[in-house]
Nanobody, 127 residues
Framework: QVRLVESGGDSVQAGGSLRLSCTGP????????MGWFRQAPGKEREGVAS????????HYADSVKGRFTISQDNAKTAVYLQMNNLKPEDTAMYYC????????????????????WGQGTQVTVSS
């Protein structure tokens, strides 16, 4: 059974930065579509970013393009989400996910088709 663990969530001011981490078995990461989703209170869970860990191809939601970057370490034992220029609307619980659907080399941000979830880490951005 794959176990995902997130860390790095915090409370920051608008314009600040945070780096989220997600760890799991390295052998799993080498052949998996990984991603980050977020959910604010009263709202639907939405996709943020994904990475195809074999080729390192990435995909982003329009709302975070140019501000967030998803990446993995050289050993492919962890996935990260670097979040820059944070905005109050980025406030949400952020979840690491594994087993996203893949179409070619693109991992799709479809929360309905995710195989594994982390426990979530809270990100709060104040004005």
């Amino acid at each position: 059974q794959v176990r995902l663990v997130e860390s790095g969530g915090d409370s920051v001011q608008a314009g600040g930065s945070l780096r989220l981490s997600c760890t799991g078995p390295g052998s799993h990461y080498r052949s998996s579509c990984m991603g980050w989703f977020r959910q604010a209170p009263g709202k639907e869970r939405e996709g943020v970013a994904s990475i195809y860990t074999i080729a390192s191809n990435t995909h982003y939601a329009d709302s975070v393009k140019g501000r967030f970057t998803i990446s993995q370490d050289n050993a492919k034992t962890a996935v990260y989400l670097q979040m820059n220029n944070l905005k109050p609307e980025d406030t949400a619980m952020y979840y690491c996910a594994a087993g996203l659907p893949r179409y070619g080399s693109t991992c799709r941000l479809d929360s309905r088709s995710v195989d594994y979830w982390g426990q979530g880490t809270q990100v709060t951005v104040s004005s």
